[in-house]
């Protein structure tokens, strides 16, 4: 694919009928209420700082995203958002992580997204370059209500560890995918991912689709327990974690390229 083919699949997985966020999407006016400052973490596009701009009034958003083909794309959506909506949008060209040094970015100038390291089951096209890194603590505004969206491909735990502010705060809320394959760079797997939330006080929630690997994470209650969210949601993270461990790899990439096969297929057909 070129990078018109790239940009125009990425257009319509993102604003189109079909994306497979529209159950999360139609949950977010009720998860933004009371929302001062948005941040998108992995914008890509800016799907979701495209909805947060409609929903929000008076809020300050901003997206973040490492890959410069899609940054440069997301910028020029989000200027023309701002224009339209009655919000603050700011763009960053930047990984968010746990550190402030320049750190290392796999990109694949295609419709896969890029991470911190390569997922080799999904696209053998990965490519390494240098990027800046910022962490969600160096947005942080004391007594403003935050939401924060992560989609960062294996990345989350970095991301949350880099939102210790945010988190002792009890003011900021986490929409987070949480991948199959975890951190192979660090090999922080899923439960490592979960015993780091749980110690933080974050009670886990999923969020309502059938077959999901976003979660929300919000602050406890004083006193409230935050273990049923983690027994509800631990079947199913030890299986996905349990397949990237222990099913075959040529197994998964089998899958995973079928996978996006059968997606690229129902998109060409819209």
């Given amino acids: ?21 529209k159950e999360e999407i139609a949950q977010l006016p009720q998860m933004l209420e009371g929302c001062r400052l ?37 910028a020029k959506n989000c200027a023309q958002w701002q224009a339209e909506g009655r919000n603050t949008i700011t763009t960053i060209n930047a990984a968010v992580g746990d550190g402030t040094e ?29 990027v800046p890194q910022v962490r969600l603590d160096d947005f942080h505004e ?22 210790t502010a945010h988190i002792a705060s009890g003011e900021t809320s986490f929409l987070t995918e949480i991948t199959w394959w975890g951190d192979r760079e660090r090999g922080t797997g ?21 077959r999901t690997s976003s979660y929300l994470l919000v602050p406890a209650s004083r006193g ?6 983690y027994l509800r949601v631990g079947p199913l993270l030890l299986a996905t974690s349990l397949w990237g461990r222990l099913v075959p790899r040529r197994v998964r990439l089998w899958r995973e390229r079928r996978l996006n096969r059968d997606r690229m297929r129902r998109l060409a057909g819209t």
């Fill in 102 to 130: 320049r750190v290392r970015f796999f990109v694949t100038h295609s419709q896969i997204s890029g991470g911190f390291f390569p997922v080799t089951e999904r696209s053998d096209a990965y490519e390494p370059i240098e």
């Fill in 142 to 163: 004391p007594g403003v209500r935050t939401f924060v969206k992560i989609d960062v491909e294996g990345g989350e735990s970095r991301v949350m560890r880099g939102a």
């Fill in 190 to 210: 899923t439960f490592a991912f979960l015993r780091f939330l749980h110690a933080q006080g974050l009670r886990i929630s999923k969020v309502a689709r059938r």
């Fill in 1 to 21: 694919m070129d990078r018109d083919q790239v940009f125009a699949y990425l257009y319509r997985t993102y604003f189109g009928e079909g994306t497979k966020e």
């Fill in 38 to 74: 948005f941040i998108d973490a992995g914008a890509s596009l800016g799907q979701y700082t495209f909805h947060a701009n409609r929903i929000l009034s008076g809020a300050r958003i901003i997206a973040i995203e490492a890959d410069p083909e899609r940054y440069a794309e997301l």
């Fill in 224 to 229: 409230e327990s935050v273990l049923p969210g």
